[in-house]
């Protein structure tokens, strides 16, 4: 059994806690919250299980650190803290722990990361004899595993696409809804996240992972970015009111440029009410969804639908992100200590839990 700790108990600390507690290989050995409620409370309480796991949350980062886990699911969000999420990260690494995270995007590929980035992560690394491994859904296994093994059905491929399709009424995350992509927000509000070069440094990565797989070389990396305001004022059930004329959808590409023409692309179309932008690509039933479409002889689509913790589809995309990083945490043990990336690190079976129930 590999002694794991989760860090961070938000959207995808809770699924991280449940997918350790499945893993037939890996045992719950710490919890670490920054939130003061939450010291002391069991972690099955936190996950949202009705079951009690006997680990109870602290905050007490050296101590948990000291004991000595063999990994650690960073889950804490990196989105408007980089710098101290990358802190955290390489003190767990200086710890000598395998370590996971969705939270650095600049890591998603390591091999496009700036040095100032990627360097202190080489040197716990070297110090600590752990390991890193940073993905997600999207950015994540959305487009980079999944599309790679579409494509391979294909027999011509011109364009590969990988599309989110939300409605963000049931992402319980109201600073990056609102602030981070401006939902809500006036439509001369500029949107951190939409702002020139971001969603490259976002998303480019996976781009880049996805040349990488396809055996292409890109000439540049370009990005399209289109918003649309409210007709009506809509209300929430986890976020409160959006106004009228406020943004109430977005559509950005990260497109992947070979030969001159776009032929890898990442777009996002995102709403806060399925009524915004109806003209523009909808999930298969309103909520949302991940696909892939392989434009080529045969046309290939795969959509993928994740639902949890009640059926809310933004907690089932965090749950499959949880997933791949936690169902890696095996082979990264056994691997040499190093920096990986998602063509390094294989999407393991579900070996030995076919059927298990949870204690």
Request: aromatic letters at 6%; charged letters at 20%; proline letters at 8%.
């Amino acid at each position: 059994m590999i002694p794991t700790v989760v860090w961070g108990t938000g959207n995808m600390g809770r699924a991280a806690i449940r997918a350790i507690d499945a893993h037939p290989e890996l045992e719950l050995a710490g919890v670490l919250v920054h939130n003061p409620d939450k010291v002391g409370r069991d972690a099955g309480s936190l996950a949202g299980l009705d079951y009690e796991l006997g680990v109870a949350a602290t905050d007490d980062i050296d101590a948990v650190l000291a004991s000595n886990p063999g990994a650690v699911v960073y889950a804490a969000s990196g989105d408007i803290r980089p710098d101290d999420a990358l802190a955290d990260i390489v003190r767990a690494l200086g710890a000598g722990a395998v370590v996971v995270s969705p939270a650095v995007y600049a890591l998603y590929d390591p091999s496009g990361a700036a040095p100032e980035v990627k360097q202190p992560v080489l040197d716990a690394i070297a110090a600590g004899g752990g390991s890193l491994f940073v993905s997600g859904v999207d950015p994540g296994w959305g487009n980079d595993v999944l599309p790679l093994l579409v494509s391979g059905l294909a027999g011509t491929v011109d364009v590969v696409r990988c599309q989110e399709i939300f409605d963000y009424t049931t992402y319980d995350q109201p600073d990056s809804v609102r602030w981070l992509v401006g939902m809500g927000q006036p439509m001369e509000y500029e949107p951190p996240m939409l702002a020139p070069s971001v969603p490259t440094m976002v998303w480019g990565g996976q781009v880049r992972l996805l040349a990488r797989g396809l055996g292409v070389e890109l000439d540049e990396i370009r990005e399209t970015v289109e918003r649309r305001a409210l007709d009506a004022t809509v209300t929430t059930k986890l976020m409160g009111d959006f106004e009228a004329g406020t943004q109430g959808a977005i559509r950005f590409e990260v497109q992947g440029i070979v030969d001159g023409e776009p032929r890898i692309v990442i777009e996002h179309v995102t709403r806060i009410h399925p009524d915004c932008a109806r003209d523009w690509p909808l999930p298969p039933d309103g909520e949302g969804a991940h696909r892939v479409i392989i434009e080529g002889r045969p046309h290939i689509e795969v959509s993928i639908e994740c639902s949890d913790e009640g059926g809310n589809r933004s907690a089932g995309g965090n749950a499959t992100a949880a997933g791949r990083l936690v169902n890696a945490i095996p082979w990264l043990t056994a691997a040499e200590p190093g920096l990986y990336d998602a063509l390094d690190v294989p999407l393991t079976p579900a070996v030995g839990k076919l059927g298990r129930k949870n204690p």
